[in-house]
């Protein structure tokens, strides 16, 4: 019954910036770490960024000081800053977390369904 949905994707020109945000809902104790992927054609899915509960963070190399990720542990939510977008960036963004289900002693990894970034050069 847990569930996370993206949203803020879309088609952009080089150099600009896009906010994407994901909400999770449903039967939610607590969400441990959070993060992006994305999925370009013809290629595999990379890890984009993580943010811990605390807020401690990690960036792919490619994205450093462009993206920022952050969360609101109060709203379930976590957000991708995306700034200085480059055509490379193109891709699916998803959503993923690690979440802790009412009744439930461990955590599932739960992902969204994805968000289209697109980015003309």
């Known amino acids: 019954q847990v569930q996370l949905v993206e949203s803020g994707g879309g088609l952009v020109q080089a150099g600009e910036s896009l906010r994407l945000s994901c909400l999770a809902s449903g039967s939610i104790f607590s969400i441990n770490l959070m993060g992006w992927y994305r999925q370009a054609p013809g290629n595999q899915r990379e890890l984009v960024a993580t943010?811990?509960?605390?807020?401690?963070?990690t960036y792919t190399d490619s994205v450093k000081g462009r993206f920022t990720i952050s969360r609101d542990n109060a709203k379930k939510t976590v957000h991708l800053q995306m700034n200085g977008l480059k055509a490379e960036d193109t891709a699916v963004y998803y959503c993923?977390?690690?979440?802790?289900?009412?009744?439930?002693?461990?955590?599932?990894?739960?992902w969204g369904q994805g968000t289209q970034v697109t980015v003309s050069s």
């Open positions: 943010i811990t509960r605390g807020g401690t963070t």
């Open positions: 993923n977390a690690d979440i802790v289900e009412l009744g439930a002693l461990g955590y599932r990894n739960v």
